[in-house]
Nanobody
Framework: QVQLVESGGGLVQAGGSLRLSCAAS????????MGWFRQAPGKEREFVAA????????VYADSVRGRFTVSGDNAKNTMYLQMNSLKPEDTAVYYC?????????????????WGQGTQVTVSS
């Protein structure tokens, strides 16, 4: 079992930055692939980024590549999502998730454990 808690969301103007954190407890952080997903009102939950193999491999959605950076701190059992050049269309609830198969998949159904989410709102 693993428990995930996100933090760092908030309200920011377009062009601004935020850093989200995902603190993991339970099994060691580097036993899983970790992912970030987001869900905007009225839309399906979508993949944002994933990290695996202790940070050696990262994967991004096309919509955030070059603006967002996923990273992890094994000592702190924490994953981060640095979000720069934010756009109004980035507004969503952001979730972190853990995939015990370490596939690094963009498919949310590969992830067994989820946090409660943190709201990110980008104003124009």
């Amino acid at each position: 079992q693993v428990q995930l808690v996100e933090s760092g969301g908030g309200l920011v103007q377009a062009g601004g930055s935020l850093r989200l954190s995902c603190a993991a407890s339970g099994r060691t952080f580097n036993s899983y692939a970790m992912g970030w997903f987001r869900q905007a009102p009225g839309k399906e939950r979508e993949f944002v980024a994933a990290i695996m193999r202790s940070g050696l491999i990262t994967v991004y959605a096309d919509s955030v590549r070059g603006r967002f950076t996923v990273s992890g701190d094994n000592a702190k059992n924490t994953m981060y999502l640095q979000m720069n050049s934010l756009k109004p269309e980035d507004t969503a609830v952001y979730y972190c998730a853990a995939d015990p198969t370490q596939s690094g998949s963009k498919d949310l159904y590969k992830y067994d454990y989820w946090g409660q989410g943190t709201q990110v709102t980008v104003s124009s």
